[in-house]
């Protein structure tokens, strides 16, 4: 909870920036918007994940763009967005699938770069705070199916990343977006000694709209 406040604090501290250092006048006033759109998330793959495969979710929240130069602006956000994997795998005989469904509020603060007014180029970092982790198990074969508690006690609730991306306006609101996010933390609580760790990943597409 102290690193979420952390996070939202760091996305009030950037609009409080903005407010102060952008006239209302300004050519390029601060813009709000919301977002949302596609997770195609994995985890980073050690031996017990040979067999994952990526996971379909979604992201979706509301962001700020803060222009501090002709043509850079640092963009915060506020998202809740899926993560997880899924995985085939046999035991005695029986196929199973599973899906891993790590859900978090992520906060991005994006630096972004315009070559023309309309697309831009965008890096910086994510911090993510862990709300639900539950996996979903299916005994194929029989057609059996369970799903776990909310286990997210077990995990690293605070998750970070960085964000690589690019997006395109069509019109002076309307635009889209694409960002591949890398994870830096290991999402296990425990790691055993010598085990690798296990990171999400996740690539985003999506639609953009500003207030203007």
Same mark, same amino acid.
């Given at each position: 909870m102290k690193k =979420?406040? =952390?996070g939202l604090a760091v996305t009030a501290s950037s609009l409080a920036f903005a407010q102060q250092t952008t006239p209302t006048t300004s050519s @390029?006033? +601060?813009t709000f918007g919301v977002k $949302? $759109? /596609?997770n195609v998330s994995s985890l980073s793959k050690d031996e017990t994940l040979d067999d994952q495969k990526s996971k379909i979710g979604f992201n979706a929240g509301v962001f700020a763009n803060i222009p501090v130069a002709e043509s850079f602006s640092v963009q915060p956000e506020v998202l809740y967005s899926q993560y997880g994997s899924k995985a085939d795998y046999t035991v005695l005989g029986n196929k199973y699938s599973s899906s891993t469904k790590l859900d978090y509020i992520a906060v991005p603060v /994006?630096?972004?770069y315009n070559f023309i007014p309309n697309l831009? +180029?965008?890096a910086g970092p994510?911090? $993510?705070f862990m709300v639900s982790a539950k996996n979903k198990i299916k005994n194929e %074969? @029989? $057609?059996n199916s369970s799903t776990s508690d909310n286990y997210k006690d077990d995990l690293k609730t605070f998750n970070f990343g960085i964000g690589l991306g690019a997006g395109y306006y069509f019109t002076d609101n309307f635009g889209i977006t694409a960002r591949y996010v890398a994870g830096l933390t290991d999402v296990a609580k425990d790691r055993p000694n010598g085990s690798d760790a296990t990171r999400n @990943? %996740?690539?985003q597409v999506g639609l953009a709209y500003k207030f203007k």
């Open positions: =979420l406040i =952390l @390029n006033p +601060v $949302g $759109g /596609m /994006m630096f972004q831009y +180029v965008e994510e911090f $993510g %074969t @029989n $057609g @990943n %996740t690539f």
